[in-house]
């Protein structure tokens, strides 16, 4: 049977890492080395055999303490790669040492593991491998007639919107609810770095100003479209504009082997606005295991509920 290891990061064989990423048929934007590396204070990885299956384990520590934790910007990960006979996913999870206090992880799972506190969440996508015309048909019809509508008179969209000042006009209308600046700045620097591995659209669109009132970021891998901030501003919402940037990049890579991956939502309202284009719903796993005591944890200053 293939062993299962734990591996912190500075251990880890880098070139088998992404050699796994460019092979495994579930790699995505998240499992890569370079949003890893940019997103993270550092990174541990569960490994099975030699790199035949892995999961990233992004690391912090508090007081001398470490544990594992939910990363802005990222949708849930998987069991990258192929788990050979006899190896599942709790086997996997079991390998966490428990001198990580905490374990919080969002993953692709059916099989949730004894001895985590489990608590499913929603996230939607939308196949593109069929035409748009096709596509299009599938979204209901209050999207449909709003789209059919067409961009208010002196609407413009823009295809290169400069990531930085989507981040200043995310941050001033509320895009990016509380995230820490720390990582806020990290995703600016993973934009940046991503260009060597793969595609990153900010789109956005502008009022007879010039002044741009809704825009969205999404990063391409091989083979999902990642959907990783989106804003709108009042005037954005009275001309429904993220829906005409969202409908934009699904008219540009239809037909195309992708999965458009729009990162939600539990919240009803931004599920039916996901859903308005044909989107399906897929739960995954929001895990937790805590090594401490219930005053220990309070002591260091850990919440109860992710």
């Not at 069991?79 to 079991?94: K, R």
């Not at 981040?167 to 600016?188: H, I, P, S």
């Not at 501003?233 to 239809?254: F, K």
Request: proline share 6%; net charge positive.
């Amino acid at each position: 049977m293939a062993e299962v290891r734990y591996i912190r990061g500075r251990d880890l064989d880098r070139i088998r890492w992404d050699r796994l990423m460019h092979c495994a048929t579930n790699a995505d934007l998240y499992g890569s080395s370079i949003f890893l590396d940019t997103m993270t204070d550092g990174w541990d990885a569960v490994i099975c055999g030699d790199y035949e299956a892995a999961i990233p384990l992004p690391v912090r520590k508090r007081f001398g303490f470490r544990y594992t934790y939910i990363l802005p910007f990222c949708g849930p990960f998987a069991v990258y790669g192929q788990l050979p006979e006899g190896i599942s996913v709790a086997t996997m999870l079991e390998a966490i040492p428990r001198s990580l206090i905490r374990c919080d992880l969002n993953l692709w799972t059916d099989t949730p593991p004894p001895g985590w506190v489990v608590r499913s969440r929603i996230n939607h996508l939308l196949a593109l491998s069929i035409d748009y015309p096709t596509i299009r048909d599938r979204y209901g019809s209050t999207c449909k007639n709003l789209l059919n509508r067409g961009l208010a008179e002196g609407l413009q969209l823009i295809l290169t919107y400069p990531v930085s000042s989507q981040l200043q006009m995310a941050r001033k209308f509320g895009g990016l609810g509380q995230t820490d600046e720390r990582d806020v700045l990290r995703f600016e620097r993973c934009c940046q770095q991503w260009t060597e591995a793969g595609e990153v659209l900010s789109i956005a669109i502008s009022n007879f100003n010039g002044q741009a009132i809704a825009g969205g970021i999404f990063l391409l891998s091989p083979l999902q479209i990642h959907y990783l901030l989106g804003w709108s501003n009042p005037e954005g919402n009275q001309n429904n504009a993220s829906r005409h940037i969202l409908d934009r990049v699904i008219r540009m890579h239809a037909g195309r082997r992708l999965t458009l991956d729009l990162e939600g939502s539990d919240i009803p309202g931004v599920a039916q606005f996901f859903e308005s284009f044909g989107a399906v719903p897929h739960p995954y796993q929001f895990l937790r295991r805590d090594a401490l005591p219930f005053l220990q944890r309070i002591a260091i200053g850990f919440k109860k509920r992710s």
